[in-house]
């Protein structure tokens, strides 16, 4: 398990050694996580380009030189079917059920268990596609010139690797994290390994398994800023690195604040089988 504030015993005696060693200094050498401890570990992420959470995770010991500790706490069987059901009130049950654990399963292909990136992915589909299915992108005035073919805007964006009439209706948003522009495709596809088959079939990104993948690849991509963005409870900033901008900001928000109140934060040392009360 992670070491954090609170934590005690001979694994935080060799961390602060191991920190007094970098010349960090934790203060007393005593086998207590405290305020002096978390400091200089603070410190040392912030000099290393770490998430700086004061939590001592796998790559943070690995980096003091220390044996890496297990996995953390993992949230996953927290976010039961009730209580995403209350992070999207308008949407049907049924949909939940079937897509939830699809979700929940690419999540912890992704090693994405921790509470904070939980709530990322499911907010970002109550934003994208409130009512838990993958789906695709529907013309609008930002993606369809008047008169022109449908997604023309989006044939020539350089941002989106498109570069050809018809890549805009080709490479639209799809998933459960509107997917959009062939770079995507091209990128994503591939990490989750489909190779170049997304590009040449990216219908198949409205498959609920591949719509997961897709949606924890992304995240998974963008890990770090938005771990920073969260660390600072800056929403917005978190939103904007999977949206470009704004849109859906309300549904992400309310469901992040949701499902952060109904699932307790985890303890070390232990597993979660239920929400908080």
């Known amino acids: 398990m992670s070491l954090q504030f609170g934590s005690s015993g001979d694994q935080v005696i060799a961390l602060q050694r191991a920190l007094l060693n970098a ?22 992420q912030q000099s290393e380009g770490l998430l700086p959470d004061g ?13 890496v500790p297990p996995d953390g706490v993992s949230v996953i069987p927290a976010f039961s079917v009730t209580v995403v059901s209350q992070m999207f009130p308008a949407t049907p049950l049924g949909n939940i059920k079937a897509n939830l654990p699809v979700v929940l ?4 292909d992704r090693d994405l268990t921790e509470k904070t990136m939980v709530l990322m992915a499911l907010a970002t589909i109550r934003a994208e596609t409130e009512i838990f299915l993958p789906i695709s992108e529907g013309q609008s005035r930002f993606n369809t010139s008047p008169n022109g073919s449908p997604f023309d805007l ?6 989106l690797g498109n570069n050809a009439v018809g890549d805009g209706a080709k490479f ?9 522009g062939r770079s995507n495709y091209a990128f994503h596809g591939n990490a989750i390994g489909l190779g170049a088959g997304l590009v040449d079939s990216p219908q198949r990104a409205n498959e609920p398994d ?6 924890t690849s992304f995240l998974d991509n963008k890990k770090m800023q938005i771990k920073h963005a969260l660390l ?35 303890v070390p040392g232990t597993q979660q089988t239920g929400a908080a009360a």
Not at 55 to 67: D, K, N
Not at 105 to 108: I, P, Q, T, W
Request: net charge positive; charged share 15%.
């Open 210 to 215: 591949i719509a997961a993948k897709l949606l």
């Open 172 to 180: 639209r948003g799809r998933g459960f994290i509107q997917l959009t």
């Open 23 to 44: 010349h960090f200094n934790p203060g007393n050498i005593d086998g207590s996580f405290g305020n002096g401890t978390q400091a200089a570990v603070i410190a040392f």
């Open 232 to 266: 600072q409870n800056d929403l917005a900033t978190a939103r904007r690195l999977v949206n470009g901008g704004s849109n859906g900001l309300d549904r992400f928000t309310a469901a992040f604040q949701i499902g952060s109140r109904l699932v307790a934060d985890p």
């Open 154 to 159: 989006y044939d020539f964006r350089r941002d």
């Open 105 to 108: 399963g690419a999540l912890v």
């Open 55 to 67: 939590v001592v995770g796998a790559t943070t010991a690995s980096r003091l030189g220390l044996a």
